[in-house]
């Protein structure tokens, strides 16, 4: 009996200790019990809030996305290493035309396979980028079959009459064989995925036109003297007439974002047809501060000044995410906010992969950020520096790690107070200078560079030039908060201060979810709050309930 007792704590332990050397974020994928609710992914909004359903409960993607050319067999072996020291538990990677439909009609969805199989072993959900006529504009993933057809599937032309080097989004020849390719994607998942390994796709990436603000050929020429939409006139609250007479200097790009628009809404439509799994396009983005000529971004694209006219053309898709690669830090919140709004939920599974991005993880997820992902995640060996860092290493993970090991065993929990709660977030500004966060009756006073014991300093006068820091803070009641973050000072006050009313810290508790239960490791106080609440690169999480005297 008692050798049977040793036998089983003997395994007990062993089975805690398999888990514990798991990544936290895989660790908590894999305890999805077998018979885990198998619903369809969706996006849902509730009250002003977002949540991206998947198993029946909100999900935060801690995402990473592959390289361009990783999207075969012999690349998968590169890439799940990186996504396990990351700790993530999406992978975002490509399916290219050229690659299910090499000859038209006869479809390979090999690597589909192999892709689904191996995410599964990995207990990784996936992004998947479905690189159409559109990538980064142009049509280099198309098959040969598509690329070499001109006639059947014609480029733009530009206003001087050159034939240009995209697709046009008008050609219905282009938009039906993109659109039966889609599908053909969508009836492979339907029928091979009943696991929902696939939780969201990409419709194309990063649509629009360089260098020309619109398709000048006689067909879009015919189009664009025609009358504008009755829809899109509602939609602005606009008299009838032709898109010069109804948008005046804005004609050109807000026509041509309507039918590129109209292009990737139809493919969108195709594929959620045969699977309506959720589905999203990334943007390229323009200046989102000061006017930018249309030419010298990438037109029609669902770029901020025309989202209203992607909402309209494409309402199957549910939201546009920008492609963060700048790292300043205003140009950056400037991003966030042109995409954070009451009709486009927060998602920005494409940003840069500098130690500099890292910290915008805060800033997405205080905005309520369905998910995040740095690009190029992969050992394959490419780097598009100077854009990005150079090449990936364990080392260049690990400021994305650390973020995702720290919301990663819990991510379900904060996705829940994201959809149902306040929640809010800042990250580390260049200049290291101080933030405020006003919660209501409280405000939370952000400062980085501290030391853990010892008054505050003013913000430091040179500037930071690793800055990393961010904290995320969540409502659980009145005068209750959820915080965590890293390389931060927080420090709490009343936001209406009276002579005889004081703040103090109730209890500041430090603990974790365990299966979605809080559990309470330790008190924190004295030197550990005497100071404000100092969190650095450890993976804390506090609870603080806060008083008056
Ligand atoms: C943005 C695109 O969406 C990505 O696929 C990639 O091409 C980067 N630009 C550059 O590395």
Known sequence: MRDSNMCLRALAACLVLASMSLPPAQAAARRLPASASRSMPQFVERNGHFALMVDGAPFLILGGQANNSSNYPSMLPKVWPAMEKLHANTLEIPVAWEQIEPAEGRFDFSYVDTLLKQARAHGLRLVLLWFGAYKNTSPSYTPSWVKRDHARFPHLVNSKGET????????????????????????????????????????????????????????????????????????????????????????????????????????????????????????????????????????????????????????????????????KFDVVMAHIGRFKRPDNALLDVEIGNKPAHARYFFAILGNQGLGFGPFGMDYTGYANAPLGAGPMTDEGLAPFAANYALLGPWQREWAKLSFENDVWGVAEPDDGHQQTISLGRW??????????????????????????????????????????????????????????????????????FENGKWVFDRMWNGDQTDWGLNLRALPQVLKVSLATY
């Open 443 to 512: 405000t939370a006073t952000v400062t980085y560079g501290q030391p853990q014991f010892g008054p505050t300093k003013p913000a430091p006068l040179a500037p930071d030039a690793a800055p990393s820091g961010g904290v995320l803070i969540a409502r659980l009641g009145p005068d209750e908060f959820l915080l965590t973050g890293r390389d931060a000072r927080v420090e709490f006050s009343l936001t209406e201060k009276t002579a005889d009313l004081h703040s103090m810290f109730d209890r500041v508790e430090e603990g974790r």
């Open 164 to 327: 240009w080097y995209a697709l046009t989004p008008i050609a219905q020849a282009t938009i039906d064989a993109d659109s039966r390719a889609f599908a053909a994607l969508m009836r492979h998942l339907k029928e091979n995925d009943p696991q929902r390994t696939v939780i969201l796709m990409q419709v194309e990436n990063e649509t629009g036109t360089y260098g020309s603000v619109r398709d000048f050929s006689p067909a879009a020429q015919t189009l664009f003297d025609a009358p504008v939409p009755e829809a899109l006139l509602r939609k602005f609250g606009k008299q009838p007439g032709t898109w010069s007479q109804v948008f005046g200097k804005d004609a050109d790009e807000f026509f041509y974002a309507w039918y590129m628009a109209r292009y990737v809404g139809k493919v969108a439509v195709a594929g959620k047809s045969e699977y309506p799994l959720p589905m999203y396009v990334n943007v390229a983005l323009r200046d989102p501060i000061n006017d930018q000529d249309p030419n010298t971004y990438s037109s029609g694209g669902p770029e901020w000044n025309v989202l209203d006219i992607w909402k309209v053309a494409a309402p199957d898709i549910f939201l546009a995410a920008p492609d963060i690669y700048e790292p």
